[in-house]
């Protein structure tokens, strides 16, 4: 609890843990009623931060794509800003500004939580809807690689049980082994 007060709160770790009990309950309730309630709804933003967002896969650069792929394989809530940056456009040029990707995926960091999210939706929704597409390849390609049918079959299950979206699988795998 004391790290989501932090993170919510926009105060260190440190200035948390020398709150007073008082303090810190009152802070940690307002927060947990802010978290009961229903998020806002709203299709994804075609700007934020006054930057162009495109939503758009097929009309990705090879670029784009590699840098968003790199980003994925880390902590994808720690990247979201970086992910989000690879996925702007200049209006006027409508290009994506590649030399500018720090800068962008800095001040998409600022944004507001409302503006991100409906965006942040669309593309885990995009996600879960390729991988439950393609169940079946990903099925057969496992068995083609010489997997037991009935431990290819747990695996598949798992990955489509993850997609609700509560845990990533390599977070409560890492968790399942530390334990």
């Not at 979201?80 to 290009?95: D, F, G, P």
């Not at 409906?118 to 393609?134: E, G, M, Q, T």
């Not at 049918?149 to 968790?175: C, F, K, V």
Request: charged share 25%.
């Amino acid at each position: 609890m004391t790290e989501m007060v932090s993170v919510l709160s926009g105060k260190t770790v440190s200035e948390v843990e020398a709150m007073t009990i008082p303090d810190f309950n009152k802070l940690a309730k307002e927060i947990s009623e802010e978290l009961k309630k229903p998020l806002p709804e709203g299709k994804p933003l075609k700007h934020i931060k006054g930057h162009a967002i495109n939503y758009e896969p097929a009309k990705l650069s090879r670029g784009q794509y590699i840098t968003v792929q790199h980003f994925i394989k880390g902590d994808i809530i720690d990247n979201a800003h970086l992910i989000l940056a690879s996925l702007t456009y200049n209006e006027k040029t409508k290009k994506h500004e590649a030399d500018k990707h720090s800068k962008i995926a800095e001040e998409l960091q600022g944004a507001e939580l409302t503006d991100v999210l409906p965006s942040c939706v669309f593309f885990c929704n995009l996600f879960a809807a390729s991988i439950r597409s393609l169940e079946n390849y990903l099925l057969k390609d496992l068995l083609s690689k010489g997997m037991r049918p009935e431990i290819a079959l747990q695996q598949m299950t798992t990955l489509m049980n993850g997609l609700d979206g509560y845990t990533m699988l390599s977070r409560s795998q890492t968790l399942k082994e530390s334990a």
